[in-house]
């Protein structure tokens, strides 16, 4: 069964669902004042999961691997989903977390109907637990691609099966329930976002509730299960809306509804009504707080992207928040003190996101006055584990990045609350600032610039030359017609150039927020040396 379950991965494409957030800078959130390092290609099955429906096609169409898994189901699979051994069940099952969503809506209907009644009964009636946790990764996979949210009765049976397995005694079946509930968490939130609205689903507040009541029990578990579940909350807190007394999609005026009603008596017994919104928005927050100062570095680097995805909900209005300090408390910390850069740089991001002065309250000096000592020790830096010195570029980038973002806010009164940070540091300031414009004048200056382009999703450079041919992330492409295989849409790109001009624009922003609270402070030497600065980069 491994040997079929490596070949059927190898023809379909797989190439892994594990901890898809793992290594990846945040692109999308990061406020370009660098231009960013190109990486290795995203894998396609990473688009699979996020919300492609699949690149890899063969000359009939069909995706790749298509007609291997309808032998595999008719002649392998299904005998060995029934046998007496549960190790052979349990592998039967792990072959199924191999699918791609291409093959496996490339499968007659009758093959799809089948894997999704095999894994469901395997994980609501093994005795097993090794069973039943590779019941549970599969539907993790499953339930990961855009389409089967828009299935009301599949979607439903998913999520009752794994919302009932997160009560196991067995941990090894709570970790991969836990792990398939937060990609289920992120395929809502990615359809949401994305889906057009005849196609997306609404969220009802019943099942809401229960996703939020079983991911927050789940915070309370061992460290893998607890990392789940933050990813988890984080998801929904991208997308719920917390302004009025119930959560509910802030899409779902235009969508179809979708009913999962779930059965589950551990939940109902708990939670006879839905918890409001602005309830379970406390609980969350309280639980990331937690969460940091007791799980380990994989549950505090998933802490820092439920909290950027916390602050980009548009429906929280981060100046009113109470809890908006401790918060803000808890980044600043892992910035400080955490010896992962990963985790460093990750905190970094989720300050970037407020942007408005008055969303960071109180916090904004103690936050700025983080960031230039994080700036200013950072080559200095000698207790810098192996693991992290790759990490040490992405962090000065986005260390530079978010300063910048946050000092553009400042208003002149500000000053009053920076306790001399500003003067004392002016020098280092001045360099920094001037650093950082010739990196990019210096980029911006390169002929080929113009015509170096960024993936929407902030993933992918792509290069156009001369001939018309392209270089993504370094790998020569013939024709623009074989973007497509790297899930890239020239028309949904943005030029690096125009990046670039934009990251001048926030530098100076920088800058006269500076001028002026050095004015306001009545330190004319100083006004004069940005001032000057100032008439050097513009």
């Known amino acids: 069964m491994q040997v079929l379950d490596e070949y ?89 977390a191999g699918l791609t969503s291409s093959v496996f809506f490339s499968l007659p209907d009758s093959k799809q109907n089948f894997i999704i009644s095999s894994i469901v009964t395997a994980a609501s009636k093994d005795e097993v637990p090794s069973v039943r946790s590779a019941a549970c990764r599969a539907i993790g996979v499953i339930a990961s691609f855009p389409r089967i949210s828009a299935r009301k009765n599949n979607l439903e049976e998913l999520v009752n099966v794994i919302l009932s397995n997160t009560f196991d005694t067995s941990v090894s079946v709570r970790i991969t329930a836990s792990w398939a509930l937060a990609n289920i968490c992120d395929s809502l939130r990615h359809n949401v976002g ?65 009913s999962l009603k779930s059965e589950l008596k551990h939940e109902t017994k708990r939670e006879a009504k839905p918890s409001t919104s602005s309830s379970w928005l406390e609980r969350m927050v309280q639980s990331f707080v937690s969460c940091v100062t007791t799980g380990n570095v ?87 584990a192996a693991s992290s010195f790759k990490y040490r570029k992405t962090l000065a980038e986005q260390l530079t990045s978010t300063t910048v973002h946050i000092f553009g806010l400042a208003f002149p009164e500000d000053y009053e609350n920076f306790n001399g940070f500003l003067t004392k ?59 497509a295989a790297y899930c890239i849409k020239p028309e949904t790109t943005t030029s690096v150039k125009d990046e670039l001009l934009q990251s001048k624009s926030n530098i100076l922003r920088a800058i006269r927020a500076l001028i002026e609270m050095y004015r306001y402070g009545n330190h004319q030497h100083l006004v004069a040396k940005f001032e000057n600065l100032v008439s050097q980069i513009s």
């Open 8 to 96: 059927l991965r190898a023809v379909s494409g797989f190439k892994g669902t594990d901890d898809l957030l793992d290594d990846g800078p945040p692109n999308p959130f990061l406020i370009s004042v660098l231009p960013r390092p190109i990486r290795s290609l995203p894998t396609l099955s990473t688009y699979e999961v996020k919300g492609s429906e699949g690149c890899q096609k063969d000359d009939l169409g069909k995706a790749s691997g298509t007609s291997q898994w309808v032998e595999a189901l008719e002649r392998y699979l299904s005998p060995t989903l029934v046998h007496y051994a549960p190790m052979v069940r349990a592998a039967a099952l792990t072959c199924f």
């Open 194 to 258: 994305t889906v057009d609205a005849e196609k997306c689903p609404t969220i009802d507040v019943s099942p809401l509730s229960l996703l939020a009541e079983c991911a927050l029990r789940l915070t309370k578990d061992g460290d893998k299960i607890k990392a789940n579940a933050v990813r988890a909350l984080g998801n929904l807190s991208r997308f719920v809306n917390f302004s009025d007394g119930n959560p509910i999609d802030s899409h779902s005026d235009s969508c179809s509804e979708v």
């Open 298 to 384: 994989k549950v505090q680097w998933n802490v820092c992207h439920a909290l950027r995805n916390l602050f980009l909900n548009e429906s929280i209005r981060l100046q009113y928040m109470t809890w908006a300090p401790s918060v803000y408390s808890i980044l600043l910390l892992l910035l400080r003190d955490s010896s992962n850069f990963k985790i460093r740089i990750h905190a970094t991001s989720a300050l970037a996101v407020p942007s408005t002065r008055e969303d960071y309250g109180d916090s904004f000096a103690d936050i700025v006055q983080a960031l230039g000592h994080a700036l200013e020790v950072l080559d200095s830096d000698q207790d810098i």
């Open 425 to 483: 540091r002016a020098s280092f300031l001045e360099e920094w600032l001037r650093s950082t414009y010739d990196n990019i004048f210096k980029f911006a200056s390169s002929a080929d610039t113009k015509d170096i382009f960024r993936e929407e999703d902030g993933d992918s450079l792509y290069a156009k030359d001369c001939l018309g041919s392209y270089t993504v992330n370094g790998e020569w492409i013939s024709s623009q017609d074989n973007l």
